[in-house]
């Protein structure tokens, strides 16, 4: 499938290239919990019967360790940590580190809707388009509270903090053209939070710069 936007059945189109990397991690951890998560139960209910308690065998036997198995329970666990968390820091550094050539918008959270600030000047709120197969890097911040910018399906949140600046990048796939995806804040900021959801339209980039430039007749016409 490559870097296409793909939909699966319960996690929402995969809008990047990351979201796919993300979503793939994803699964790994998954089936690695869930293995471990089945091997627990199965000795445990196994030991249950096996060891239980009987006419014959009335006191349970005394164990004092092993150290083999407790330096396998522990190291194996441990090295599957770190390369989990290996994996995670290296997405986390990629999403925040953009590639040279990158339109930068400018994201202000208040309470309680989104802001979006583009190089030309154009000023819009809530709903906002994106230029598809563009290195996007959405630059960060907050005017009053602490706001969470979390775009579903680019599988990436980020805090908007007042007084500093926080951004991640994305290059949105050129197949999700067209397409509409909700931006809400994942940060709990105050009673209009629920209602604070942001629109992202994916465009080409042509009817990108079409509608930034009707943005700006707009914003002169209104002033
Ligand atoms: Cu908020």
């Not at 994201?107 to 709903?127: A, I, L, S």
């Not at 979390?150 to 949140?157: H, K, N, S, T």
């Not at 604070?196 to 209104?222: C, H, I, P, T």
């Amino acid at each position: 499938m490559g870097n296409q936007a793909t939909h699966t059945s319960w996690l929402p189109i995969e809008l990047t290239p990351m979201a796919h990397d993300v979503d793939t991690l994803f699964y790994i951890m998954l089936g690695i919990v869930t293995f471990f998560f089945v091997l627990v139960e199965v000795l445990l209910i196994t030991f249950l019967i096996r060891y239980r308690r009987t006419r014959t065998n009335r006191v349970g036997a005394n164990v004092h360790g092993s150290n083999l198995l407790e330096t396998i329970w522990t190291a194996v666990p441990a090295i599957i940590l770190v390369f989990m968390g290996a994996f995670s820091i290296h997405y986390v550094y990629a999403l925040q580190v953009p590639p040279a050539q990158k339109y930068v918008i400018q994201v202000t959270g208040h309470e309680w809707y989104w802001e979006f600030k583009y190089p030309n000047g154009v000023d819009v709120q809530t709903t906002f388009e994106v230029p598809a197969g563009q290195n996007v890097l959405f630059d960060i911040t907050s005017a009053d509270v602490i706001h969470g910018f979390y775009i579903p399906a680019v599988r990436v949140q980020q805090d908007a903090l007042p007084g500093r600046r926080t951004q991640f990048w994305m290059n949105a796939s050129t197949d999700s053209i067209g397409q509409t995806f909700p931006v809400p804040c994942d940060q709990f900021c105050g009673p209009g939070h629920p209602a604070m959801v942001a629109y992202m339209k994916v465009v080409s980039e042509d009817e990108f710069n079409r509608w930034l430039n009707a943005q700006l007749q707009k914003q002169k016409a209104g002033s």
